[in-house]
């Protein structure tokens, strides 16, 4: 279950003709994090990016004594021969967020994308209650992901229920692990199951990570042991994203 949250997992590549803005987005949400982070402790943010990205980003990204941040190369946790290398760059992206947190057995932890920007004080406990997540949910009607990672795990697909929205959010390496095993064939890695389905149904978005995540652990029924449930959640004074 969920003690605290103190870390992120931030999934970055840098573009070859935007190199400078995509640093400088970083930067920025390295600099809000450290305006807002109320803990005694340091914030725990892990960059993953390609090993080309590695000294331009280590070199480059602002440092503050409240935030710990690392940047570590894809290769650290996908073998050469992983079909991760073969994904588009967006799915590239939604696999670190589920892979490397679960690797880690990171617990509770933020994922984060570098055009997001803090804008409220938070601790490692804002976004814990009582052992649980004050995740961000969404309708799943209102994306269409939602009904084909439903095929994809071979489960009901309820238009009228929720699911954990998009980044930013918070999610359990747990369930992130759960949600990744449920899809290995006998000795055949996920990746290649997940790849398979894109170029199955090429032309659609087959899956997300919070799709893949919030689907595997209804399966398995474990959703709202680690996640508060959404009509509370659409409620409390207390959000992870606020459209104000």
């Not at 589920?98 to 055009?115: H, M, Q």
Request: aromatic residues 14%.
């Amino acid at each position: 279950m969920f003690s605290e949250v103190r870390q992120a997992i931030l999934p970055m590549a840098l573009r070859q003709r935007k190199r400078r803005g995509d640093l400088e987005r970083a930067g920025l949400l390295i600099e809000s994090l450290s305006k807002h982070w109320r803990d005694a402790r340091p914030f725990q943010l892990l960059i993953v990016s390609p090993a080309n990205d590695l000294s331009e980003l280590r070199e480059g990204l602002p440092r503050f004594p409240n935030i710990d941040v690392s940047v570590r190369a894809e290769q650290d946790f996908f073998p050469a021969y992983s079909p991760f290398y073969l994904y588009p760059g967006w799915y590239r992206q939604q696999v670190v967020k589920l892979r490397v947190p679960a690797l880690l057995n990171f617990g509770g932890f933020l994922t984060l994308d570098s055009d997001v920007c803090c804008v409220g004080d938070f601790d490692a406990s804002t976004f814990v209650q009582d052992g649980r997540a004050l995740s961000r949910w969404e309708p799943k009607r209102h994306h269409g992901w939602w009904e084909q990672v439903a095929r994809t795990l071979r489960m009901p697909y309820d238009e009228g229920a929720h699911g954990l929205s998009v980044t930013p959010n918070i999610l359990h390496s747990d369930l992130a692990s759960q949600a990744l095993e449920h899809l290995r064939v006998g000795p055949i890695d996920p990746l290649w199951v997940l790849g398979w389905q894109m170029v199955r149904r090429f032309g659609r978005i087959v899956w997300t990570e919070y799709s893949l995540y919030t689907g595997v652990a209804e399966i398995a029924g474990n959703l709202f042991d680690y996640h508060v449930h959404w009509d509370p959640c659409y409620f409390q004074d207390t959000q992870l994203f606020s459209e104000h």
